[in-house]
């Protein structure tokens, strides 16, 4: 059977009244919702949930400290749960500023209420996330882990009108494999999408729809995170530090955490902005270099690395949430960019915004409707607790951004409190102005950054970490990773910014080959696509925009244990 043939058999259709895209927090926080408003009313609706991952959890990344405020109002009975996710409460907060040879702590009384992380809880938001699948479960959602969302259905009147599962066993060189299986539509009445940041199909609906009309562009950072398991008496369960300075330039938008949890585990993680603008900043590097702090590294001497991942983080707020509802559907959780930026916090926001979709969507299947435009979802959500999160933080990620970390950090500090004291910001709304990827210069007009070689102890390499990620994916595929040109990478990005794709990479997917390597002739780009750690970095930060991050078979990608 030749491609074109096997891709005209008809696929399997099923029918929901809700189809949701993505098993994480705000996706399972719908489809909870949505079994709970049902059973109210004394009816049920039927609801599926498909996810790319190996199993529910398995792309979850995040720090993480988790707000609880989401949790608690889905499931009031949570933490009386004995098989709760969350057992770690925040016991002690800490803020520091870091230079090359020490370190400043911050007072506490110093930081806006809403930086206080008192009462919130570190853990792993992958399983929060296998919590939630449970009692979505035991209410009857159907959940399908290891089937990537690959299409968007359309009906004939051009609303959503469900997705299509991606099919399996088509070969590295386009042909039918003898494994192939053609894919599934998950047809639904309404189709709620919550990928994550820079969705595959959140892009074409954002495109299609126009949804950022009149929004400023989208912002985003990557986090970087390990997990170790240190020493007893290198471990305070519930330490929370932040910090932020070196390594990075003053110039260059990040920070850092060490979350301490559950049996002697720290989270250790880091984000770069992605509007930096020199192209050999090798974010990975950063972090490893971090660890190396006289401040950082004695909480690991003689500890050991579990796990290693990375994943984009939507920076933009308030200002760059797209229009979330259109034909058929809507956007939910980091597809919206809900992320609360200097609170590094954004799963609290997800499951109010899974939830508050499910009561909008279940009111219009109550009514009979279908396939329509849910517009109270997004007339509701600036006025909603998830708008006054965003709102009172709108000027932190902008001010950073145009006064550089130490003055962004005063005036955003400055902006906080005037919000939380008086309702209001002595600038406004400040714009994000461009978008990330252009935000680079030109090589030659930069300082060249090199970075020391790891130790294998503290300080890892990509592939190394990689390793510990678990990631995997089906060999003979093609590759999920798409140039729209194949020229550009050596004959644009190689001579004007040393083709940064293999530095901004956590994960050593990019490489650039030489036949000669002394000689540097004859480059070739490589895309090695069975590291990719599902980031999405490369399809925001390339210059050229020349990277299309789509979904590979599903089940393909990082298995997060504990992340």
């Known amino acids: 059977m030749d491609i074109q043939e096997a891709l005209n058999e008809p696929r399997e259709a099923m029918e929901y009244d809700v189809v949701i895209v993505g098993a994480g927090p705000a996706g399972l926080a719908a489809a909870i919702r949505l079994k709970q408003v049902a059973a109210e009313a004394g009816g049920d609706v039927s609801v599926v949930v498909v996810e790319k991952g190996s199993e529910v959890g398995a792309h979850i990344l995040s720090g993480a400290v988790i707000d609880p405020v989401g949790l608690d109002r889905l499931l009031p009975e949570w933490r009386a749960d004995e098989a709760r996710p969350l057992k770690t409460e925040v016991s002690e907060d800490r803020f520091y500023f870091l230079g090359p040879a020490g370190g400043v702590r911050l007072p506490n009384f110093a930081m806006p209420k809403l930086m206080d992380n008192h009462g919130n809880f570190?853990?792993?938001?992958?399983?929060?996330?296998?919590?939630?699948?449970?009692?979505?479960?035991?209410?009857?959602?159907?959940?399908?882990?290891?089937?990537?969302?690959?299409?968007?259905?359309?009906?004939?009147?051009?609303?959503?009108?469900?997705?299509?599962?991606?099919?399996?066993?088509?070969?590295?060189?386009?042909?039918?494999?003898?494994?192939?299986?053609?894919?599934?539509?998950?047809?639904?009445?309404?189709?709620?999408?919550?990928?994550?940041?820079?969705g595959h199909l959140t892009k074409q609906l954002i495109r299609r729809y126009e949804l950022d009309a009149g929004r400023e562009p989208q912002k985003y950072g990557i986090g970087l995170k390990e997990l170790w398991q240190v020493n007893p008496e290198k471990f305070q369960a519930g330490l929370v530090q932040h910090s932020f300075g070196w390594p990075l330039d003053m110039s260059t938008g990040g920070g850092s955490f060490l979350y301490h949890f559950d049996d002697n585990l720290v989270a250790v993680g880091f984000v770069v902005h992605l509007n930096y603008t020199n192209p050999t900043l090798s974010p990975f590097d950063e972090f490893q270099r971090f660890k190396t702090h006289e401040m950082i590294r004695d909480v690991f001497e003689g500890g050991k690395r579990l796990s290693y991942g990375a994943r984009a983080i939507t920076e933009g707020g308030w200002q760059s949430v797209p229009k979330l509802t259109f034909p058929g559907g809507a956007l939910l959780g980091c597809s919206a960019g809900f992320v609360n930026v200097p609170r590094i916090k954004g799963s609290h926001n997800a499951v109010l915004s899974g939830m508050m979709a499910a009561e909008h969507v279940f009111a219009a299947l109550s009514e009979g409707r279908a396939h329509d435009e849910v517009a109270a979802y997004e007339e509701g959500w600036r006025g909603s607790e998830i708008g006054r999160d965003l709102r009172s933080v709108r000027n932190v990620k902008p001010l950073w951004s145009k006064f550089g970390t130490i003055g962004g950090v005063v005036l955003g500090g400055v902006d906080m409190w005037a919000n939380q004291l008086l309702g209001l910001s002595p600038f406004g709304t400040m714009r994000h102005g461009k978008a990330d990827h252009e935000s680079l210069k030109p090589i030659d007009q930069v300082k060249q950054l090199t970075y020391p070689k790891p130790d294998g102890v503290l300080t890892f390499d990509r592939l190394s970490s990689v390793f510990i990620s678990s990631t995997n994916h089906e060999e003979d595929q093609p590759a999920h990773l798409k140039l729209r040109d194949p020229s550009i990478p050596i004959a644009r990005n190689l001579p004007l910014y040393g083709e940064p794709a293999r530095l901004y990479c956590p994960a050593g997917v990019y490489e650039v080959v030489y036949a000669d390597p002394a000689a540097k002739t004859d480059p070739r780009f490589v895309i090695n696509a069975q590291n990719c750690v599902h980031c999405k970095t490369c399809d925001i930060k390339d210059p050229s925009q020349n990277i299309n991050w789509v979904t590979p078979e599903g089940g393909g990608g990082p298995n997060y244990p504990n992340m």
């Open 122 to 198: 570190v853990g792993s938001l992958g399983n929060v996330a296998r919590y939630l699948a449970q009692q979505a479960e035991a209410l009857g959602v159907e959940i399908y882990p290891g089937f990537a969302a690959a299409e968007i259905l359309f009906d004939d009147k051009g609303a959503v009108a469900g997705v299509a599962t991606g099919d399996m066993g088509i070969a590295r060189d386009g042909t039918v494999s003898e494994r192939f299986t053609r894919g599934m539509e998950l047809r639904g009445k309404y189709t709620l999408f919550g990928e994550g940041a820079r």
